[in-house]
Every structure is written in structure tokens, then in C-alpha cells.
């Protein structure tokens, strides 16, 4: 996308699933994640997602059995599904797993950490040595080949492992892949510590192959059709024989000797030590050495096939298909006649706002609307580990990282606010928030130089506009800085008590958005139950140095000492006007500080009152998003008076990037004020949709927006020469 003479590359993300196996059951395709299993009925379709009736939600693989029923491998052992009924399978005794499959004969088999284990007569026993267990591929002739990081064994009839390593010709020990074909022959994508081969074993030898000026890293080796589909991180390439193949031959770089596989008898049952597996990340294929020999090895042709995405990171085989797992963007099925449609869970795309934090090196942080946290790491997100005993429901950037705002499913009264510490979540501060009193007390009194009609509002009646951006800016890159939140000083106590006892607490049912302010106090957004029904209700303001929780919110009390008056329903907060917080509502731009709330709608100059979005940018500048268009608010008055274009987009979210611009999305596109001109990005534009909703930046130079159906990524802006 060109944009103020600099061009930015767009990426579009849908899901922060971790796909790890698929399987197809029926003519339903079930995919494996690190939240339950996702079914598609059809590409079209969203998915169902199975988690209740799993011993674990970290699912692991997944195997289809010969008369329709699925098994499920998690985290805390397999379960075979059947008609909406869980069947137990016990534990296979292969310490972390990795793959399941079932075969025609009625066995049960699966590989992991420590080894491979077969389920017959309902019970599981180990087949072979211990291993560290990569994969299993079944062949044509119903036998199976195994892989493991020091190379593939293949079960022949009865117990017979014939086994196969670097000793005997195979290039490579970690094995990422087998297309078997049949006859006991097989083309393997092996790989060692930095190059990768492929391998073609002819039933007495192993050929070691690369191919030219392929400089992609290799991630899998799956069949499809007669054909074996070698996946990088965005392409397939198919590998046929020489004589079918119009591609760029494959250069074979050796051979092992003949017969050279050790064959014996598996030894069966006995446990085995749980050990964790090794991953290890894909490399590019070999390069041909310059002293490479000519031998008469059988030929074959790869040549390319599709773009299937963006970062790959698994690809599966299912009958006439491939199904190929982008990172953050679903799965999508690859056959002979092409790509299908793609099937995602957007979990991004939620009805939620976008909430991006950056820890301290600048990297960026999201959240989905399951509560899962990822990190880009250049390409895609990859998944953070939740704290144990905590549901995360929003982060934002603070003074120290990334902050994470928590419930506690035991205690759903507990609220929690942890800090990214490493590959750790530190508890920054845990409080309960008092319900309200049964009789209304006084309310809090105006602060200093404040009027009556400044002091809060009646709760709005409705929802907002739309989500806003739930902004910390204080701390973070680019914005300007906050020494400490706003404050608020005691007024007329309106403390709940009931005699001698502890007040009542509200249950929390969701943390819309959280601030930081540089000091860690931090606003947190709250949804509760209350009187028997579920509402937002404002925000608590809460300081790691003090055990007061002020509750900010609409009627009265207004929530503990020195709580302030303001809307229940608030969309996002800034705190990067030193001693005040910024909030967007139905009734206007509400600010809190100086002892104060004080609300800014119409009789105060923002016209049409609804604000969805409020930024604090240069100079001091409060940019809102208010319903007749963007204006800021500057030496205590409104500005309004905004290009034709620019009041037309009517933006709903608003972002400042590192160089100080003020970037706006809505409905119509993207908007853009460098600190003199306004920039229009809307249809026509080169973005894939402009139908937004929310707009964030990072530290990067980044800019990530959630339209109504993905999030779009758009990269660090490059001149145009």
C-alpha cells in the first residue's frame, strides 16, 4: 500500500489457534489446536470448537478411525468421540505426545518423547526402544514408517522394526516428513542442524537429493495424489519422477550402501520416563557442494505448485488434499485443481477492540477474545502461556512492558493485574472491588474549581458507538510521557459499610480494557454482575502501593474514597496527559483528574456528544473520535474544523505512531494528519478492506487494524524512490 510517499506491505491475520494435527472424519475436517478441537462441516461454515468433553484443552493429535469415530490426543490423555459421547483411552506411555494413527487392522498407535505405543484389546503397551518420536505416516501396504530425530524406522509385518539412520544412508537424523510409496519405498524430508535433504529410499539404498536455488526453509514432505508436496513457509512445490515432471530436476548429492538398515524385533510393554520433545526449527535444503558427485541415482522434478500463505507451519495429508496451517491465518486445503477456501477461527476479530502492548525491546503483544496472548515474531504470533490460575481479558503497554488484566476462575470476584516478566507473569497487585451500598449515600463532592454540571453523568442508556482503542499510552513508544496517573483527592466519603464486616465484593464477568500509568497504577474496565444482572460498570482506579480501590462509575456511591462520577459504559482510556485519564462515551469525552470528572459533550463543544475514541498526541493535543467526526481538544476548547474527506470518514479509533501522526479508522478507511495534511486512504485504496473498526501502532512503525472480519497488518512504512 502507497501512503504519503512511503509504501507498506499488508498482511491480514484471522486467529491466534495454534494448529498442531488434522483429520477428517466423515467428511468433517477436525483440526487439532492448543484451545480444543475446531470442526469445520464445510470450508464455508465457521467451526464448532470442542472443549468440554476433553480431558484437556491442549490437543495435541488427532486420528480418524476406520468406522467414523475421532480420537483426540491431548495434553492430559486421549479420548475417542463418537456421536457427542467421550470414550477414555487412558494415557499412551509415550511421555509428550506427538502423533496418533489409527490402522485398518484396529490398532491404536501413538509416538511422543519417549517412544512409540500401541493400543490393542483396550490397553496400551510400548512397541520397540525408547526414542524421541517426530511422526507417523502409514504406507500403501498398510505397514507404517516412524520418525524420530535420529532417523525413520518402518514396522514390517508382526513386530518387525527395520530401522534406519544416518549410518545407513539416510543424509540427515531429524525427520520432518515421509511420503511413502508403497512397496516398502518412501521420499523423506530429513534435516540436520543447518541444511536439509531430501531422501529416496528404493528398498536397498538411500539417494540424498537438493534443489537448486531453492533458498526456502523446509517445513514438510506430505503426499498428494501420486505426487509428494514439498511446503516452505508460503509456497508448495510438487516432486514428481523424471519422466512426468517439467520442473527443475532434483541434483543428487550421494548414496548409502545397500542393505544397510538394521532389522529386529520390537520388545512390547513396560513404562517409560515422561521426557519433554525437541523442536527444532526448519533450515533452507542443502546447496550443492562444488565437489558434488555424478552418480545414477533415479531421477526426479520439482517444480512449483501454489502460494498457499504467509508462515506455514504445518501441512498434513488427507486423501485427495493437503491441509496447509498458516500461522495466525487458519488452515486451508490444497488439492490438484488448487487452493480452497480458507477456514479460520478469528478469534482476533472478535467483538472486542484491538489491544496492542509492546514489552521492552519493543515487540509487539495482542490479545484475542479467548484471552490468549501472542508476541509477533516477525511474521506471526506466536502463543504466550497464560498464568496458571488466571483468565487474561486485556493488556496494554506500561512503563515496565507488557501488563495483562486477569479474573481468577475460583475466585470470580478477584481482579488481578500482572506484569510480563521474561517468560513469566508477575502479580503487580490483586483487589476485590466493593459492591455498592444497599442505600444510597452522599455523593462524592466537586473538586476545586469545579461546577455541578462538570461532575459525572447519569449512566448511559445504551451501548457506545463502537469499541475503542484501550490505550495506555503513558510508558510506551512515541507518546508523551505521564509521570503519574490522575489522582484523586478524598471528598465526601462514600465508603460501603455493613457494620463490622468486610463490604460484599462485585462478581467480575469481564476486563474490557486496562492503562498503566507510569508509576503502575492501573484502569481497569470492568463488566460484572450486579443485582442479578451482567453491565459494565466503569472503572477502578488502583495503585500497587495501597490497598484503596477507587471505583469510578455512574449513580451513586460512586465507589470508595475519593471515587469520581463517570459513565458505566467507557470506550478505552489514554493516559498520556500528565495527571489526567482520558475516557470515550455516550455522552461525550470524560476526563478524570485534579479532583475531578468532568465530562465534555455538546454544551462543551464536541458535536454530535458520542465519542468512541480519545488520543492524547502532540503538544498536548486531545484528539477524539466524536460522531460528526474527528476534532482535540486545545487550550481549553474544541476544534472541529477538519477537511470535507476527513469528516466524511467519519474514523472511530484513533492511533499516534512514533513520528507523532495521528492515524484514524472507521467505516470508510483510514485517515491520516501528518501534523500539517490530512492523508484519505478509502475505496479504491490498495487495502483488501475498508471497513474498519480499530486502529493501533507499535514501536516498529507498524500499524494494526481490526476490520470487521481480520486484522490487517501493515508494515513499517519505505520511502518511494
Not at 464 to 493: C, E, K, L, Q, Y
Request: proline share 6%.
Amino acid at each position: 500500500m502507497a501512503a504519503g510517499g512511503l509504501t507498506r506491505s499488508v498482511g491480514v491475520l484471522y486467529d491466534l489457534d495454534d494448529v498442531r494435527d488434522v483429520a477428517d472424519v466423515g467428511g468433517t475436517l477436525a483440526v487439532a489446536t492448543d484451545l480444543g478441537v475446531l470442526l469445520f462441516a464445510d470450508e464455508a461454515a465457521p467451526p464448532t470448537r470442542v472443549l468440554n468433553a476433553l480431558p484437556s484443552p491442549d490437543v495435541r493429535a488427532l486420528a480418524a478411525t476406520v468406522d467414523g469415530a475421532l480420537v483426540v490426543g491431548t495434553l492430559a490423555g486421549v479420548v475417542q468421540l463418537r456421536g457427542g459421547v467421550a470414550e477414555p483411552l487412558g494415557a499412551p506411555p509415550v511421555g509428550e505426545l506427538v502423533a496418533l494413527e489409527a490402522t485398518t487392522d484396529g490398532a491404536l498407535w501413538a509416538c511422543g518423547s519417549v517412544g512409540l505405543a500401541r493400543r490393542v484389546d483396550g490397553e496400551w503397551q510400548t512397541f520397540g526402544e525408547p526414542f524421541e518420536c517426530t511422526g507417523l505416516w502409514p504406507s500403501p501396504e498398510e505397514r507404517l514408517w516412524v520418525g524420530g530425530t535420529r532417523g525413520l524406522i518402518y514396522l514390517d509385518q508382526g513386530d518387525v522394526i527395520r530401522e534406519h539412520g544416518e549410518t545407513s544412508g539416510l543424509p540427515g537424523g531429524y525427520v520432518r516428513g515421509v511420503v511413502p510409496m508403497g512397496g516398502g519405498r518412501a521420499m523423506a524430508l530429513v534435516q540436520g542442524p543447518s541444511d536439509a535433504w531430501l531422501a529416496y529410499y528404493d528398498t536397498e539404498r538411500w539417494f540424498s537429493y537438493t534443489a537448486p536455488g531453492l533458498d526456502r526453509r523446509a517445513i514438510a514432505l506430505e503426499r498428494l495424489g501420486g505426487d509428494a508436496i514439498l511446503v516452505t513457509p508460503d509456497h508448495a512445490f510438487v516432486i514428481r519422477d523424471a519422466a512426468r515432471s517439467t520442473g527443475v530436476p532434483l541434483h543428487p548429492l550421494a548414496h548409502g550402501d545397500r542393505g544397510q538398515s538394521v532389522a529386529y524385533r520390537a520388545r512390547l510393554g513396560g513404562a517409560r520416563e515422561h521426557a519433554a520433545r525437541t523442536s527444532r526449527p526448519a533450515v533452507s535444503l542443502a546447496s550443492i557442494p562444488a565437489n558434488a558427485p555424478t552418480l545414477l541415482a533415479p531421477g526426479f522434478g520439482v517444480a512449483h505448485l501454489a502460494r498457499v500463505g504467509d508462515a506455514i507451519a504445518l501441512a498434513r495429508s488427507l486423501g485427495d488434499r493437503v491441509i496447509v496451517a498458516d500461522r495466525n491465518r487458519g488452515v486451508v486445503a490444497l488439492r490438484a485443481s488448487g487452493l480452497g477456501a480458507r477456514m479460520t477461527s478469528r478469534s482476533l476479530v472478535a467483538d472486542r477492540d484491538l489491544q496492542i502492548a509492546q514489552d521492552a525491546r519493543g515487540r509487539a503483544h495482542v490479545i484475542d477474545g479467548l484471552g490468549r496472548v501472542g508476541a509477533w515474531d516477525g511474521d506471526a504470533f506466536a502463543r504466550v502461556a497464560p498464568p496458571a490460575d488466571a483468565r487474561l481479558h486485556a493488556i496494554a503497554s506500561g512503563p515496565r512492558g507488557v501488563y495483562a488484566a486477569a479474573t481468577v476462575p475460583d475466585d470470580p470476584t478477584a481482579l488481578r493485574v500482572y506484569r510480563r516478566e521474561g517468560d513469566a507473569w508477575a502479580i503487580v497487585l490483586e483487589r476485590r472491588v466493593p459492591a455498592e451500598d444497599a442505600e444510597p449515600s452522599a455523593a462524592a463532592e466537586p473538586g476545586p474549581g469545579a461546577t455541578p454540571s462538570a461532575t459525572g453523568s447519569a449512566a448511559s442508556s445504551g451501548p457506545a458507538a463502537s469499541a475503542g482503542s484501550a490505550r495506555s499510552t503513558a510508558g510506551s513508544a512515541g507518546a508523551p510521557g505521564s509521570t503519574a496517573a490522575a489522582t484523586a483527592a478524598p471528598a465526601t466519603s462514600s465508603e460501603p459499610t455493613t457494620g463490622d464486616a468486610a463490604p460484599a465484593a462485585l462478581t467480575l464477568v469481564a476486563l474490557p480494557f486496562l492503562g498503566v500509568a507510569n508509576d503502575e497504577t492501573a484502569w481497569v474496565a470492568l463488566r460484572a454482575r450486579d443485582r442479578g444482572r451482567e453491565r459494565a460498570f466503569g472503572v477502578v482506579q488502583l495503585d500497587p502501593r495501597s490497598d484503596d480501590v477507587l471505583h469510578h462509575h455512574a449513580g451513586r456511591p460512586a465507589g470508595g474514597r475519593g471515587a469520581l462520577q463517570l459513565p458505566d459504559e467507557v470506550t478505552g482510556i489514554d493516559l498520556g496527559q500528565e495527571g489526567f485519564a482520558w475516557f470515550g462515551s455516550v455522552v461525550g469525552a470524560v476526563r478524570i483528574g485534579n479532583f475531578q470528572s468532568v465530562t465534555f459533550g455538546e454544551a462543551r463543544g464536541v458535536r454530535g456528544e458520542v465519542v468512541s475514541d480519545v488520543l492524547v498526541g502532540a503538544a498536548n493535543k486531545v484528539w477524539v473520535a466524536a460522531a460528526e467526526g474527528p476534532g482535540y481538544y486545545f487550550r481549553q476548547t474544541f476544534e472541529f474544523r477538519m477537511p470535507q474527506a476527513v469528516r466524511d470518514a467519519r474514523p472511530l479509533a484513533l492511533a499516534l505512531d512514533a513520528q507523532g501522526h495521528v492515524w484514524g479508522a472507521g467505516p470508510r478507511g483510514l485517515v491520516r494528519y501528518d501534523g500539517s495534511d490530512w492523508l484519505v486512504i478509502g475505496e479504491g485504496s490498495s487495502l483488501p478492506t475498508t471497513d474498519l473498526v480499530d486502529v493501533e501502532t507499535d514501536a516498529e512503525g507498524r500499524l494494526w487494524i481490526l476490520a470487521r472480519d481480520r486484522v490487517l497488518v501493515l508494515g513499517p512504512g519505505r520511502r518511494v524512490e
